[in-house]
């Protein structure tokens, strides 16, 4: 009998509570359809602590916001700052309010500040001029680097950014203004041979060319200008630089060629090379030639190679160096 009525109880106060529990049940469903039918879930969305407004799509008020700040409406732009990002909060509005997506947007931009990025081209560190892109900053460098700049390597390029942008220069200008011509140890001179020998007229002193030039092979040097011995009848008009035979010979300078051939004359196979402003350099007793008249070569283009062609005792390069006709000592120049 005991255990029926703890049975009968026990029912009966589960019959309350599941009552109970029903009623919990419609009551949270009614107060969820009052606040669905007159409220909608939102955002409140803040900047610096004041409320500027609300949104139903944080997400892609978000995106917008963050597609200005990486927005490149000008060349050179990098990015836009502005001073403070908004704040969401979520919260229930009442259906008769409206979002403000547009003014939210225009309150957060308002103040942008955009970056400028650019590339600075410096020289001992100093900031020299400004480019727009690394492209054109690896140009300068590089034309410099041809046309052996006594700074090369003192010259850089730096990244910048900025609220101005700063005025550039294009890249002929620069590599003008910053190439420095490379100081020339002169070497020492010999007496002024009386010979011409192939060209108007010989001199020890020393000129201005207006370029630089490079060693055209590598070897040892047997006959110096104006040397007088017994394998010739006049002073030597050039430099004689022994190498092996086939050595591949450089220009000395970038220019055209103005002879490539060989004309019987003692020089055998030889190239002249004019860089303007009346500067030529010859290349003779070669055994290959690898040019052609006319053509455009790069300083340290290979034009032709090493050999005994001519009137020659051995394998070697004779090489002149003549300003309007006129030959000058190499060794003022090179080597």
Known sequence: MFNINILRKIAITTRKSIKLLVLIALSVIVLVGIVVLFYHPTYEVSLNGETIGY????????????????????????????DAMPTYKLCLLKKDITTNDDEIYAKVTEDGTPYYKYYAITDDDKEKFYVANFEDAEKVIDELEEKDSANQDDLGIVEKYGKELKEFTDVETCVSKLYEKKVIIRRTTYSAPSASNYSTGASSGYVELGISLINPVSGIITSRYGSN???????????????????????????????????????????????????????????????????TVRQGEVIAKVGSTGNSTGNHLHLEIRKNGVTYNPQNYVY
């Open 55 to 82: 949104t139903t799509d944080k997400s892609a008020l978000q995106e917008r916001i963050n597609a200005y700040i990486g927005e490149k409406e000008e060349e050179n732009i990098a990015f836009i700052q502005i």
């Open 229 to 295: 011995d017994s394998v010739r009848d006049h002073s030597h008009s050039g430099l004689d630089i022994a190498a092996p035979y086939g050595t591949p010979i450089k220009a000395a300078a970038g220019g055209t060629v103005t002879y490539s051939g060989n004309a019987g004359d003692g020089f055998g196979n030889y190239v002249i090379i004019s860089h303007g402003n009346g500067v030529t350099t010859v290349y003779a007793h070669c055994s290959q030639l690898l040019v052609s008249k006319g053509q």
